[in-house]
């Protein structure tokens, strides 16, 4: 029966629908000029769905809707506010980008995986949690192919595709046995039915790797993260940043409950896995960024250290440790897109990729120079940004659950991250162009730009230090894992 709290629970998704529906319309009609009126379409429609969502789509007690498909709940609430704002910040970076910008479908796939990335965040059912990766990914795979005519986007696109299909496969055999050995897709069925089986640790070390791969693949950790550096560095700059942040944040909102409400029986199994893989993750994602020339690439291999810093809240198998996991996926999708965007930005007037190219930035474009100091020391974990406070946190998690090895390995790994992070901006601020004449080569923003930018550093800016609304936020959302 389609009850007002089932309207409720799903009133993001029919708006977002609503708004894709608009687009299709709308969009044939636009000049050729006018069309990349579509991404102000877009980030418009996002941000009133937002707001709409928050007057009258609010969870209250936690809801099964749909069938036992839905949980409505302030976890998922507070992650497809998330998700949303990041859709809206890359609607308006992609808008001036040169071959991408003007492209209806571009922006209907970007709603597409948003409205798969909703469901991920709220899905309490096996069936649904499947369909909403595939949705998720689909489009994903799609846009970041999206530029026919650049041969390293294309072979982003196939590589993503391919390495995305094997993983999302081994994953569903993973739900398969699932299924066969509990009777039930339902997830909080599941943990009773596991629980009364008796299922020895091997074979549920065996179902937990299967699962893992899908999932660690979702949010490219090692050895799961192969694909990324490609996928980053020949994508569209905006698409690249949303895959960093958006889909990694949803990887991460089914890891949460996964593990901590069908599996939690389980943990002696799962946490030591987690915690060898945030160890590699956070050690290798950080060494291989050292020696990176190209800056997407080393941002690719940035977010595979975050990644390790992140499972350090899953692994800590506590509230403290799931309320850092979401609070961190705030800051790292305020911060990595902005590290994004300002890349974006600046290669839309330049055309260049390279670290070396950026010297001189500060003298080009101050205000920009700014964004990316503030950009790149909040992902180095430095006050008074939002990652320092993300690492805190998470790292306060691991201490409390006894895995201070793991942590002092998260401290190493931050040290690394600070030298490559300072790399970069020592040539923002240190260096001159060749020919010293940095006032001739401005590198002016965009409406747009100067509009999403602004909006990501001050959301950095806040999240590091008006952070208790933010960690509120998120320790609500995460009580309904306990209790």
Do not use: C
Not at 82 to 95: I, N, R, S, V
Not at 331 to 350: E, H, P, Q, W
Request: charge should be negative; avoid cysteine.
């Amino acid at each position: 029966m389609f009850t007002p709290i089932t309207f409720a629970s799903i009133l993001p998704e029919i708006l977002i629908l609503a708004l894709g529906l608009l687009i299709l319309i709308f969009e044939p009609f636009w000049k050729e000029d006018q069309r990349r009126n579509a991404g102000w379409l877009t980030a418009g429609g996002l941000l009133v769905t937002m707001i709409v969502s928050l007057l009258f789509g609010r969870p209250g007690e936690p809801t099964a809707t749909l069938g036992g498909m839905i949980r409505f709940d302030w976890l998922g609430f507070f992650l497809k506010m998330l998700f949303m704002f990041a859709g809206a910040a890359t609607a308006l970076l992609l808008m001036d980008h040169e071959k991408a910008g003007k492209r209806g479908e571009a922006y209907l796939l970007l709603l597409a995986s948003l409205l798969g990335m909703n469901l991920m965040a709220v899905s309490s059912d096996l069936v649904m949690l499947y369909l909403a990766i595939e949705t998720a990914s689909i489009p994903l795979y799609i846009l970041s192919g999206f530029l026919l005519n650049d041969e390293r986007s294309t072979e982003a696109g196939f590589k993503y595709l391919l390495f995305g299909t094997v993983a999302s496969t081994v994953m569903l055999y993973g739900f398969s046995l699932v299924y066969g050995f509990s009777g039930t897709t339902d997830l909080v069925e599941i943990a009773a039915m596991f629980t009364s089986s008796n299922l020895s640790p091997l074979l549920g070390f065996g179902v937990l790797v299967l699962i893992l791969v899908g999932l660690g693949f979702k949010v490219s950790a090692v050895p799961f993260h192969f694909w990324a550096p490609d996928v980053y560095q020949g994508a569209p700059t905006p698409v690249a940043g949303y895959l960093s942040t958006a889909s990694k944040a949803a990887g991460f909102a089914v890891v949460l409950r996964l593990f901590f409400i069908a599996f939690p029986d389980f943990s002696e199994v799962w946490m030591p896995i987690l915690a060898l893989l945030a160890a590699i993750s956070m050690t290798v994602g950080n060494l291989l960024a050292l020696p990176q020339t190209n800056i997407k690439r080393l941002l690719a291999f940035s977010s595979i250290s975050h990644a390790g810093y992140a499972l350090i809240g899953v692994v800590a198998f506590s509230e403290l440790g799931a309320t850092s996991v979401v609070f961190y996926l705030a800051a790292y999708i305020a911060t990595n897109l902005l590290a994004f965007g300002i890349v974006m930005a600046f290669s839309r007037i330049t055309g260049l990729e390279e670290i070396t190219d950026y010297a001189g930035l500060s003298r080009r474009n101050p205000l920009l120079a700014l964004m990316m100091l503030a950009a790149f020391l909040s992902l180095a974990g430095m006050p008074p940004f939002g990652g320092f406070v993300a690492k805190v946190f998470v790292f306060a998690a691991g201490v409390e659950a006894n895995f201070v090895w793991l942590v002092i390995v998260g401290i190493l790994n931050s040290i690394i991250g600070v030298y490559y992070y300072l790399n970069v901006l020592k040539y923002v601020y240190l260096y001159r162009m060749p020919g010293e004449d940095e006032e001739q080569h401005p590198v002016p923003l965009t409406r747009p730009y100067t509009i999403a930018l602004v909006m990501l550093v001050v959301g950095v800016v806040l999240i590091g230090t008006v952070f208790a609304p933010w960690f509120g936020w998120s320790s609500d959302g995460v009580f309904v894992l306990f209790n």
